[in-house]
């Protein structure tokens, strides 16, 4: 079993983003994770689509836009054009996701959708046929270096018999708090968004190696 490792910028040196991209993709990850954060739906603000779009030549890696906005609607087309392979929206934010779902894969994108800690599974469970993604948050969304709520791994693992006994290809990403010790209770998880671990670490290229293959 070998996860898909996805640093989240949120976490990096903001000065040489770019070098910092660069260093990811040589160092083996798999995603790059984009904390997109408005000050409305959570109180942080980060980066938008000129950040994304100024880096996207830099990197062939998948750019993982993770909204935490709370008009998610009005950032599809922004961050489909600055070069975000994937769009992951709050189903907080956004009641009947559906519809965003719809447009979002109309862009030629990978949908995903994201649940708070405090947002029950089975709020999710009617649209896993239409998306390509779930984020399940492992921490309150809006800041890194958080620690790992246990009790979200639950969710993990009626998701994925959800998706088994549905036959589809969701894939299942986890976010927050996580490193080789909080990944293993989330195994049937297949993307591991990772922030202080990794870049905290010293060494990028060893850091999302124990991460991938920490169970
Ligand atoms: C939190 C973000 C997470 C966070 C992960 O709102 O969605 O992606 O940056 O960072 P760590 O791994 O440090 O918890
Ligand atoms: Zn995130």
């Known amino acids: 079993m070998e996860f898909l490792i996805a640093p989240s910028l949120l976490a990096s040196d903001f000065s040489k983003l770019g070098e910092e991209v660069k260093a990811l993709e040589k160092a083996g990850a798999d995603?790059?994770?984009?904390?997109?954060?408005?000050?409305?739906?959570?109180?942080?603000?980060?980066?938008?689509?000129?950040?994304l779009k100024a880096l996207r030549p830099l990197s062939s890696l998948i750019f993982d836009a993770h909204l935490m906005v709370e008009?998610?609607?009005?950032?599809?087309?922004?961050?489909?054009?600055?070069?975000?392979?994937?769009?992951?929206?709050?189903?907080?934010?956004?009641?009947?996701?559906?519809?965003?779902?719809?447009?979002?894969?109309?862009?030629?994108?990978?949908?995903?959708?994201?649940?708070?800690?405090?947002?029950?599974?089975?709020?999710?469970?009617?649209?896993?046929?239409?998306?390509d993604l779930i984020l399940i948050m492992t921490v309150e969304p809006g800041e890194g270096g958080q620690?790992?709520?246990?009790?979200?791994?639950?969710?993990?693992?009626?998701?994925?018999?959800?998706?088994?006994?549905?036959n589809v290809s969701t894939l299942i990403e986890v976010d927050g708090g996580i490193n080789p010790e909080?990944?293993?209770?989330?195994?049937?998880?297949d993307v591991l968004v990772s922030g202080n671990y990794i870049f905290k670490s010293g060494n990028y290229t060893t850091s999302i190696s124990q991460l991938r293959h920490c169970v």
């Open 31 to 51: 995603w790059i994770h984009w904390d997109i954060m408005d000050s409305h739906f959570v109180s942080n603000l980060t980066f938008g689509p000129p950040a």
């Open 71 to 131: 008009k998610p609607e009005n950032l599809l087309l922004p961050f489909a054009e600055a070069g975000a392979d994937s769009i992951t929206f709050h189903l907080e934010a956004c009641p009947n996701p559906l519809d965003l779902i719809k447009k979002i894969k109309a862009l030629n994108l990978k949908a995903g959708l994201s649940l708070k800690p405090n947002t029950p599974i089975d709020k999710a469970l009617p649209f896993l046929e239409s998306l």
């Open 147 to 166: 620690t790992f709520l246990t009790e979200q791994a639950e969710k993990v693992k009626i998701l994925k018999n959800k998706i088994n006994s549905l």
């Open 182 to 189: 909080t990944a293993k209770k989330v195994p049937q998880a």
